[in-house]
């Protein structure tokens, strides 16, 4: 079977879709082999995964060696497809059918265009990065070789999640991931709240999961098929029905809400931050958790007919994505543990991605999930580097004032939460402007206004860690240092693309419109662009500016009035966001705790008086009424009478026939002879 | 019609009287003359169908031995030698019914079976052609048969014999 | 001279054979209504040996004769038996397997 997929795909030029891109490409151009041998990608770190298990132990660096020649080749490989990409070429699509069921097949295949070798540099580089950063933060530990292995999964999966080209793939590459951030979060699952956190990000991603799968199953109902393309051109075309639509997105956003933790299932990505730094910022910042935003991307003609999106007004995505941006930017003002507040700020950043979808911004998603990728991996390996020198603790209330011992760490952690709060010209700025120009354009005030109070928290609470972290005075044990060449490196080379790469969208010249858009072949679709718009630029300026700008007042001036905490309302407030909405506590308590409360004692009462009252009852009744009538009336009368009448029935045919038996043979012979002639006589008659 | 259709017709109207006297007379005795005459026709028919050992073989076991036999046992079964009006049992009428039955359905078929075949004597069978025939084909029936007449001889003897 | 004479003969002594064997009451009675069968069964090997002028047919008459001997001295024992037990020669008194 693998040999037939092989031969199939390396065979060139099958299946070729021969399209024109948007925008700059004129002429009709062949796809380009490196893309069309897309296949690799995926192939070579799952290669990797099993060729670690199986040697790594042996070799010198416990099979760091093998997973990072494989990230290093798909970086490679992906740097390669960008470039052709950029120069033009046609979209690839390519599939071939591994297992056919008469009624419906299943194929196996890839897509690639635009937005997946976007995801491909950003899988690769923030993967290689992790893994090089890994070498030193896990240097030493006991399970070194097995997460490489679970890395190398782990790349291979997402990769192929991106370059899918129909839903049964993706969710194989989605439910892997689910799978390989399973077994990193638990990485040290010697401690219980480690395997709890990793227990929980699994089993509320499942639930996600339903609703996936439920509306992949829809699609293929409505469409007959689960190539992607093939369901973007129908539901662009109206060739199914809007109820159909709904439905079907309806139910992938419970998926996409799972995975992109958003708004109520949000509660397993700060718990997730168990697991070692490396991993929280390849998985829990850069890629996995962007998967939902990228299956909307890749779906969204069916987000964007099934909710209506041109009609402007509030929608189910939109609604989503603003309550989670908003709620979550709250909770990080009361995380004392670094990386809780990194967590927290990526839902509210994915929470942004998926507004900037559900207002019809398809380019400002997309683009701030790219930028978005490069800073929150930087922020956290600049924590983990953090930790690495506070000795192993996040706890920010034991650090303070690093910025005198780890200076390469402060500039980089700088940059990124510049980056991230959006101040021009760095790359969070370019891309959060955009989302909040679609919400403005698009008529979407709810979504402008949540964004942009959004954009003030952000700045704020990320001035504030900044201060904890790096400010005052050093409130922890020992003396702190700079950490190795391993790990700042990775941090120097994040910070480039943080500070720069969002200028690649700057207006006058909006190269990231053209390499990547929305297409869909044979359809007609446009997403409009809008113009840039300087006002509302300044404003998200100057707000980002007045959140740092508090930032600075309350924690580095301590200028905020005293015992303001103690205080009610605000106690109350802090408190709330202390116990998480109480979220955590309604899932326990609530749920929980009440089945196995109030109603097993009620199901016990019932049990006991209801039930065994029931049996008792029926037994008394059968002794006292029911048995003695079975004995004397449904038993002697009735069974045993038949039984005589048989019986003396029996005895009387008996008797009857007895008389044949004389005993004289001359009646015998009479009988005989009698026979034989009739006998005879039939015989003659019949022949 | 020769000479041998005169014959048949005398010898088989003498058989069939005797055989019909034989299972309808009263006395015993005659019964058991009856069936000389029945024995005696029977050999005188073999003898016009020119098979004279079988014809003398007849004579010579059937009335000679077998017939002796029986008016031996008449007379050991203190057989009535008067008229007896119970030598007929109940199923009389029955028992004729069924005979005549098994009577018509037998000429009916032999009737239709061999409608006007001859008979074509050709030369007269004799005993050399029949001891050939004995002792080159059926010697083993021969030789079982003897086996049976010992057998049948020794259990006579033993049946019959007083117990004391 | 027909066959079919010869063999409606036998036909008629065998069926008078059949009478006497199902309505006599004596013992030797039936005995020889048995003989009157035997002849008529002979009587057809005869003739039929004489029709399609084979000699085992009389061959086989021979081997009935013999038969009907030793049949008929064993049948005469158990008479003699039966009417040493039962002081009676006639067969509707022989009734002990009556069920």
Same mark, same amino acid.
Request: contains cysteine; negative net charge.
């Given at each position: 079977?693998?040999?037939?997929?092989?031969?199939?795909?390396?065979?060139?030029?099958?299946?070729?879709?021969?399209?024109?891109?948007?925008?700059?490409?004129?002429?009709?151009?062949?796809?380009?082999?490196?893309?069309?041998?897309?296949?690799?990608?995926?192939?070579?770190?799952?290669?990797?995964?099993?060729?670690?298990?199986?040697?790594?132990?042996?070799?010198?660096?416990?099979?760091?060696?093998?997973?990072?020649?494989?990230?290093?080749?798909?970086?490679?490989?992906?740097?390669?497809?960008?470039?052709?990409?950029?120069?033009?070429?046609?979209?690839?699509?390519?599939?071939?059918?591994?297992?056919?069921?008469?009624?419906?097949?299943?194929?196996?295949?890839?897509?690639?265009?635009?937005?997946?070798?976007?995801?491909?540099?950003?899988?690769?580089?923030?993967?290689?990065?992790?893994?090089?950063?890994?070498?030193?933060?896990?240097?030493?530990?006991?399970?070194?070789?097995?997460?490489?292995?679970?890395?190398?999964?782990?790349?291979?999966?997402?990769?192929?999640?991106?370059?899918?080209?129909?839903?049964?793939?993706?969710?194989?590459?989605?439910?892997?991931?689910?799978?390989?951030?399973?077994?990193?979060?638990?990485?040290?699952?010697?401690?219980?709240?480690?395997?709890?956190? #990793? &227990?929980?990000?699994?089993? +509320?991603?499942? $639930?996600?999961? /339903?609703? @996936?799968?439920?509306?992949?199953?829809?699609? =293929? %109902?409505?469409?007959?098929?689960?190539?992607?393309?093939?369901?973007?051109?129908?539901?662009?075309?109206?060739?199914?029905?809007?109820?159909?639509?709904?439905?079907?997105?309806?139910?992938?956003?419970?998926?996409?809400?799972?995975?992109?933790?958003?708004?109520?299932?949000?509660?397993?990505?700060?718990?997730?931050?168990?697991?070692?730094?490396?991993?929280? #910022? &390849?998985?829990?910042?850069? +890629?996995?958790? $962007?998967?939902? /935003?990228? @299956?909307?991307?890749?779906?969204?003609?069916? =987000? %964007?007919?099934?909710?209506?999106?041109?009609?402007?007004?509030?929608?189910?995505?939109?609604?989503?994505?603003?309550?989670?941006?908003?709620?979550?930017?709250?909770?990080?003002?009361?995380?004392?543990?670094?990386?809780?507040?990194?967590?927290?700020?990526?839902?509210?950043?994915?929470?942004?991605?998926?507004?900037?979808?559900?207002?019809?911004?398809?380019? #400002?998603?997309?683009?701030?999930?790219?930028?978005?990728?490069?800073?929150?991996? @930087?922020?956290?390996?600049?924590?983990?580097?953090?930790?690495?020198?506070?000795?192993?603790?996040?706890?920010?209330?034991?650090?303070?004032?690093?910025?005198?011992?780890?200076?390469?760490?402060?500039?980089?952690?700088?940059?990124?939460?510049?980056?991230?709060?959006?101040?021009?010209?760095?790359?969070?700025?370019?891309?959060?402007?955009?989302?909040?120009?679609?919400?403005?354009?698009?008529?979407?005030?709810?979504?402008?206004?949540?964004?942009?109070?959004?954009?003030?928290?952000?700045?704020?609470?990320?001035?504030?860690?900044?201060?904890?972290?790096?400010?005052?005075?050093?409130?922890?044990?020992?003396?702190?240092?700079?950490?190795?060449?391993?790990?700042?490196?990775?941090?120097?080379?994040?910070?480039?693309?943080?500070?720069?790469?969002?200028?690649?969208?700057?207006?006058?010249?909006?190269?990231?419109?053209?390499?990547?858009?929305?297409?869909?072949?044979?359809?007609?679709?446009?997403?409009?662009?809008?113009?840039?718009?300087?006002?509302?630029?300044?404003?998200?300026?100057?707000?980002?500016?007045?959140?740092?700008?508090?930032?600075?007042?309350?924690?580095?001036?301590?200028?905020?009035?005293?015992?303001?905490?103690?205080?009610?309302?605000?106690?109350?407030?802090?408190?709330?966001?202390?116990?998480?909405?109480?979220?955590?506590?309604?899932?326990?308590?609530?749920?929980?705790?009440?089945?196995?409360?109030?109603?097993?004692?009620?199901?016990?009462?019932?049990?006991?008086?209801?039930?065994?009252?029931?049996?008792?009852?029926?037994?008394?009744?059968?002794?006292?009424?029911?048995?003695?009538?079975?004995?004397?009336?449904?038993?002697?009368?009735?069974?045993?009478?038949?039984?005589?009448?048989?019986?003396?029935?029996?005895?009387?045919?008996?008797?009857?026939?007895?008389?044949?038996?004389?005993?004289?043979?001359?009646?015998?012979?009479?009988?005989?002879?009698?026979?034989?002639?009739?006998?005879?006589?039939?015989?003659?008659?019949?022949? | 019609?020769?000479?041998?259709?005169?014959?048949?017709?005398?010898?088989?109207?003498?058989?069939?009287?005797?055989?019909?006297?034989?299972?309808?007379?009263?006395?015993?005795?005659?019964?058991?003359?009856?069936?000389?005459?029945?024995?005696?026709?029977?050999?005188?028919?073999?003898?016009?169908?020119?098979?004279?050992?079988?014809?003398?073989?007849?004579?010579?076991?059937?009335?000679?031995?077998?017939?002796?036999?029986?008016?031996?046992?008449?007379?050991?079964?203190?057989?009535?030698?008067?008229?007896?009006?119970?030598?007929?049992?109940?199923?009389?009428?029955?028992?004729?019914?069924?005979?005549?039955?098994?009577?018509?359905?037998?000429?009916?078929?032999?009737?239709?079976?061999?409608?006007?075949?001859?008979?074509?004597?050709?030369?007269?069978?004799?005993?050399?052609?029949?001891?050939?025939?004995?002792?080159?084909?059926?010697?083993?029936?021969?030789?079982?048969?003897?086996?049976?007449?010992?057998?049948?001889?020794?259990?006579?003897?033993?049946?019959?014999?007083?117990?004391? | 001279?027909?066959?079919?004479?010869?063999?409606?003969?036998?036909?008629?002594?065998?069926?008078?054979?059949?009478?006497?064997?199902?309505?006599?009451?004596?013992?030797?009675?039936?005995?020889?209504?048995?003989?009157?069968?035997?002849?008529?069964?002979?009587?057809?090997?005869?003739?039929?040996?004489?029709?399609?002028?084979?000699?085992?047919?009389?061959?086989?008459?021979?081997?009935?004769?013999?038969?009907?001997?030793?049949?008929?001295?064993?049948?005469?024992?158990?008479?003699?038996?039966?009417?040493?037990?039962?002081?009676?020669?006639?067969?509707?008194?022989?009734?002990?397997?009556?069920?």
């Amino acid at each position: 079977m693998l040999a037939t997929i092989a031969q199939s795909l390396l065979a060139e030029g099958e299946h070729v879709v021969d399209s024109v891109g948007e925008g700059g490409h004129e002429a009709l151009e062949a796809a380009s082999w490196i893309l069309q041998q897309g296949w690799l990608m995926p192939l070579v770190p799952a290669v990797s995964f099993f060729a670690i298990l199986f040697f790594g132990k042996r070799l010198p660096r416990q099979g760091a060696e093998i997973g990072l020649a494989a990230v290093g080749f798909t970086f490679l490989w992906a740097v390669l497809s960008a470039f052709e990409w950029i120069g033009g070429s046609a979209v690839v699509e390519r599939s071939t059918t591994w297992f056919s069921n008469g009624r419906f097949d299943i194929d196996v295949g890839i897509h690639v265009d635009g937005l997946t070798v976007m995801m491909f540099v950003v899988v690769t580089t923030v993967s290689a990065l992790v893994h090089v950063y890994s070498l030193e933060y896990l240097r030493g530990d006991q399970r070194f070789t097995y997460y490489y292995a679970a890395l190398s999964l782990f790349t291979a999966s997402m990769l192929n999640l991106v370059v899918a080209d129909n839903l049964l793939q993706l969710i194989v590459g989605w439910e892997l991931v689910g799978v390989c951030s399973f077994m990193l979060i638990g990485h040290w699952w010697e401690e219980k709240p480690n395997s709890d956190a #990793a &227990l929980k990000a699994f089993l +509320t991603t499942r $639930v996600g999961d /339903v609703g @996936l799968m439920l509306g992949a199953i829809t699609l =293929f %109902f409505a469409v007959g098929t689960f190539n992607i393309e093939a369901i973007n051109q129908a539901a662009l075309s109206d060739g199914i029905r809007h109820g159909l639509l709904l439905t079907a997105a309806c139910l992938l956003l419970l998926g996409v809400a799972g995975k992109s933790a958003q708004f109520p299932l949000h509660i397993w990505l700060p718990d997730a931050m168990a697991g070692p730094t490396p991993v929280s #910022a &390849l998985i829990h910042a850069a +890629t996995m958790v $962007v998967a939902g /935003v990228y @299956l909307v991307a890749r779906t969204y003609g069916v =987000f %964007f007919e099934g909710f209506s999106i041109d009609s402007g007004g509030i929608n189910l995505l939109a609604l989503t994505g603003g309550v989670t941006l908003f709620i979550a930017a709250a909770l990080a003002f009361v995380q004392h543990d670094i990386k809780k507040v990194l967590a927290y700020s990526t839902v509210s950043q994915l929470g942004y991605m998926i507004a900037a979808l559900g207002v019809g911004a398809w380019t #400002a998603a997309v683009f701030h999930l790219f930028t978005h990728a490069f800073f929150k991996a @930087l922020l956290f390996l600049g924590a983990g580097s953090v930790s690495h020198a506070a000795h192993h603790t996040f706890d920010m209330r034991e650090m303070g004032g690093l910025r005198k011992y780890m200076p390469r760490t402060f500039w980089t952690f700088i940059i990124g939460t510049v980056a991230l709060a959006g101040i021009p010209p760095l790359a969070g700025f370019w891309s959060k402007d955009e989302i909040l120009l679609g919400a403005k354009e698009g008529d979407f005030g709810t979504i402008l206004i949540l964004g942009s109070i959004g954009a003030f928290m952000t700045a704020c609470y990320m001035g504030r860690t900044v201060f904890l972290t790096f400010f005052g005075e050093y409130r922890g044990h020992g003396t702190p240092h700079e950490s190795p060449g391993l790990i700042t490196v990775p941090l120097m080379i994040l910070a480039v693309p943080s500070l720069l790469i969002g200028l690649i969208n700057a207006p006058g010249i909006e190269k990231f419109n053209d390499w990547v858009a929305f297409h869909v072949p044979d359809v007609t679709f446009h997403l409009e662009h809008h113009d840039f718009d300087p006002g509302l630029a300044l404003i998200s300026t100057v707000i980002a500016v007045f959140g740092f700008a508090v930032a600075t007042w309350v924690y580095y001036w301590q200028k905020a009035p005293k015992g303001l905490l103690e205080r009610q309302p605000v106690r109350a407030v802090h408190t709330f966001l202390e116990q998480k909405y109480y979220l955590d506590h309604i899932a326990v308590s609530g749920i929980a705790a009440g089945t196995a409360g109030p109603i097993a004692r009620g199901t016990y009462w019932i049990n006991q008086h209801v039930i065994d009252g029931i049996v008792n009852g029926v037994g008394v009744a059968t002794n006292r009424f029911l048995a003695p009538f079975t004995y004397d009336v449904l038993d002697q009368e009735l069974v045993d009478g038949m039984y005589d009448d048989i019986a003396g029935a029996t005895s009387a045919v008996g008797g009857l026939l007895r008389k044949a038996q004389s005993g004289l043979i001359q009646r015998y012979a009479l009988v005989l002879f009698a026979a034989v002639g009739a006998g005879g006589a039939a015989l003659a008659y019949l022949t | 019609m020769g000479p041998q259709n005169v014959a048949f017709g005398i010898i088989a109207a003498a058989m069939i009287v005797g055989a019909i006297r034989v299972v309808t007379t009263k006395v015993v005795v005659h019964a058991a003359l009856y069936l000389v005459v029945v024995l005696a026709g029977a050999a005188g028919l073999y003898v016009l169908l020119a098979a004279e050992f079988v014809a003398w073989a007849q004579v010579l076991i059937y009335v000679g031995a077998i017939l002796v036999l029986l008016l031996f046992g008449i007379m050991l079964t203190r057989a009535p030698l008067h008229p007896s009006s119970e030598l007929d049992n109940d199923q009389r009428w029955p028992a004729l019914v069924v005979s005549l039955g098994i009577a018509g359905l037998l000429i009916a078929m032999l009737a239709d079976a061999f409608q006007d075949d001859k008979v074509r004597i050709t030369n007269a069978t004799g005993t050399g052609e029949i001891a050939d025939s004995i002792f080159n084909q059926f010697v083993v029936p021969f030789e079982v048969v003897s086996i049976l007449l010992l057998g049948a001889l020794v259990g006579a003897v033993v049946l019959a014999r007083r117990d004391d | 001279m027909y066959l079919n004479q010869y063999l409606f003969l036998a036909a008629v002594l065998f069926c008078i054979g059949v009478y006497g064997v199902l309505s006599r009451r004596h013992a030797v009675l039936v005995l020889m209504s048995v003989e009157i069968m035997l002849n008529a069964v002979n009587i057809n090997l005869i003739a039929f040996s004489v029709h399609i002028q084979e000699v085992s047919g009389q061959v086989f008459a021979l081997f009935v004769i013999t038969v009907a001997a030793a049949e008929v001295g064993v049948g005469l024992a158990i008479v003699i038996l039966i009417y040493r037990n039962l002081a009676s020669p006639y067969l509707d008194q022989v009734d002990s397997l009556k069920g």
